[in-house]
């Protein structure tokens, strides 16, 4: 396969062979050279699966097609291509889209050292603009109204004749009579490749022209030029626009960038170095066996992803503002490579509930920042404002005053927030918190909360809280700071070395109280913290699903809060026990069929996991779930849904014994 790509690539002309749309030729021919140059690492990297083979047949024959239309500008006929000049534009832009469509659905097959290579290649493509060059085109807009001019019902004069035919010849150079001569050469083979139709008798037409004005086209001598010139030409100007992205007046900033993809992030997650990614290119690096950050090399300790949803909102107030939008990569690739066999075998680790949970900004520290600290902390009043505990010997007053202070400056400071000492403050703000309890100063606790809400999310003091501290933030879960205290809860949820501090600290029989309020803006965090800490086993078994399941199912009856509850029991159905329990929870299953309606495809897969969870254990539990008539939805999955909802229809319908199968 490879010889095949070298032969396409060692045959293109040289752009200086080109006669028509040379600047077009030329980039396509560098496109194809970059492509070629990675086909070798492909090969050797891709799985001999049929969407690899047929994805790299994607590449090779687009190279082919690239060469032939190249070999076409440097041979046919200059007036015939500045006449298909169009034509020509719409093939190349066509021929690019083809080439980073089979490198996209190759990245995701291959190791992501190549990929990342293939990413930098995507870049490239992404980058080009195909366009006519202005010359070209009024030669293809001149050739055009001489065609006019020739339609039934107009009038061709001899005049408009010539003028027309020679402002094509000047534009094109063929200002000679040996120029003349070569272009009757181009028209005379052309024509014995072309069948009867209309582009031969414009050929002839060409001929006939060339031949009737030859002697004032070499002469390079036209007649009331401007006059011509400045006429209306008949035939529409080209528009096209090749960048399918809209261009904008600047790059988009370099921490909106992936470092694995180098694109915008659609879902950006930090990881344990503290270094933030897009969650699909860092679980496939994850998913490949290594234990390391790709961008610092740092060993990781474990393989959270932790959602960055600040920076997630910076991106889409920026795409808002410059008109971008961005595909989620997961939804392109699906797009891309329409196949099961890959699919799940690749992307199924994909499936979490993301969405839930908050965001972390866990920034890491670079060199240049710890330079720049020294600078700071010889300063005397940075030591002053940060690097103090709360003096619980002052009055009371003074204390708040200090809380509310440091609160303020490093909430409107990120900068502070990396090099702020939390080592002693946490612990003094876990005392200023309970005194605060003890006196119902419900002021104090807020701005205690805060203080500690920004702690944890920006300066990183997660590892310095003690079990006072958790167990503190639960009783407040109970309070009139509860809003405070649940952002604080969700914040911890998120990291898996929290979890179970979070349970072992009175804090889930508040949460489920929370669930029984009919007050959203509290339910929606509740929630969300239960999701975080239902997906790891060991805390699960410390929730008590015979408790919760009804409350979900309950729960679920309102839309806004339905996606939440499907997503934490497709974390419970992992236990059998807890299949029991859904199967057994009144109207649970039914909910569970109803979420199989949803237009959002995520609430489809939840769904039809916990469906294939149970039809998979259960004959009578198959029944339960037939009896709510999922035959509709599934096949309306398998239609519309994307490629992972459309495999687990297909194996639900298996298991239901759909005769159809």
């Known amino acids: 396969m490879g010889t095949d790509v070298t032969e396409a690539v060692k045959k293109l002309p040289s752009p200086c062979d080109i006669k028509v749309h040379s600047v077009m030729c030329t980039k396509l021919i560098k496109l194809v050279d970059r492509v070629y140059k990675i086909i070798p690492e492909i090969e050797a990297k891709m799985p001999r699966c049929s969407t690899g083979i047929d994805s790299l047949c994607l590449l090779i024959g687009s190279i082919d097609k690239a060469k032939s239309l190249v070999q076409e500008c440097r041979e046919s006929s200059k007036l015939y291509l500045a006449l298909s000049g169009k034509t020509v534009l719409s093939k190349c832009i066509k021929l690019k889209d083809s080439l980073e469509k089979g490198l996209s659905q190759i990245q995701m097959m291959v190791p992501m050292t190549l990929a990342k290579k293939i990413f930098e290649i995507i870049e490239e493509l992404s980058r080009v603009k195909f366009s006519l060059n202005p010359s070209e085109e009024e030669a293809g807009k001149a050739v055009r109204s001489l065609f ?94 090749v960048d399918h992205e809209k261009d904008i007046s600047g790059s988009p900033p370099e921490e909106f960038k992936c470092s694995i993809s180098l694109k915008l992030m659609y879902d950006p997650v930090v990881i344990d170095s503290g270094e933030t990614f897009e969650r699909m290119w860092i679980q496939k ?83 240049s920042s710890l330079e720049s600290s020294r600078v700071v902390e010889d300063t005397p009043e940075f030591d002053d404002d940060l690097s103090k505990e709360i003096d619980d010997a002052l009055p009371w007053e003074f204390q708040c005053k200090f809380v509310e202070d440091l609160m303020t400056r490093l909430e409107n400071d990120d900068q502070a927030c990396k090099f702020i000492s939390c080592e002693n403050l946490v612990g003094s703000l876990v005392r200023f918190l309970k005194a605060a309890r003890e006196t119902n100063d419900v002021k104090a606790q807020r701005i205690g909360c805060l ?40 914040e911890l949820s998120a990291c898996q070395s929290c979890q179970f501090e979070i349970a072992s600290s009175g804090s889930l029989p508040n949460i489920f109280k929370i669930l029984d309020t009919r007050i959203k803006e509290t339910q929606i965090p509740a929630l969300k913290i239960l999701y975080n800490l239902t997906s790891t086993r060991s805390i699960r078994s410390l929730i008590v699903s015979s408790d919760l399941i009804p409350k979900l199912v309950t729960l679920s009856e309102d839309d806004s809060l339905s996606r939440y509850c499907i997503a934490i029991l497709t974390n419970l159905c992992g236990n059998q026990d807890n299949k029991n329990i859904i199967a057994e929870t009144s109207g649970c299953i039914s909910f569970v069929a109803k979420a199989l309606e949803s237009e959002n495809c995520k609430e489809q897969e939840h769904a039809l996991e916990i469906l294939l969870s149970l039809c998979s254990q259960s004959i009578q539990y198959c029944r339960l779930v037939m009896d709510e008539d999922v035959f509709t939805s599934l096949a309306l999955i398998i239609i519309n849904g994307n490629d992972k909802g459309k495999a687990k229809a297909h194996e639900m319908l298996r298991l239901l014994g759909d005769p159809e199968l």
């Open 148 to 241: 006019e001019g020739y339609k039934p019902g107009n009038r061709s004069d001899k005049e408009s004749e010539s003028k027309w035919i020679q402002i094509a010849a000047q534009k094109l150079q063929i200002t000679s009579h040996k120029a003349i001569l070569l272009e009757q050469r181009s028209i005379k083979k052309l024509l014995e490749q072309l069948d009867e139709g209309n582009n031969k008798k414009r050929l002839l037409l060409f001929s006939h022209l060339l031949k009737k004005y030859e002697k004032s086209i070499a002469s390079g001598h036209i007649e009331n030029d401007n006059n011509v010139q400045n006429q209306d030409y008949k035939s529409q100007t080209v528009d096209f626009h």
């Open 285 to 367: 690096w994850l998913d490949e066996g290594n234990d390391t950050c790709p961008k610092t090399k740092r060993k990781l300790s474990n393989h959270l992803l932790i959602p960055n949803t600040d920076l997630k909102d910076q991106i889409a107030k920026w795409c808002e503002t410059n008109g971008i939008t961005i595909l989620d990569p997961f939804i392109q690739f699906s797009n891309d490579v329409n196949t099961w066999e890959y699919s799940t075998s690749s992307v199924n680790s994909l499936s979490s509930m993301y969405s839930l949970q908050l965001p972390v900004d866990y920034s890491s520290v670079s060199l």
């Open 451 to 490: 203080l500690l809400l920004i702690l944890v999310t920006k300066c990183r003091s997660i590892k310095y809280l003690s079990k006072d501290a958790y167990q503190i933030i639960a009783k407040f879960l109970e309070s009139e700071v509860i809003e405070e205290a649940l952002a604080i809860t969700e």
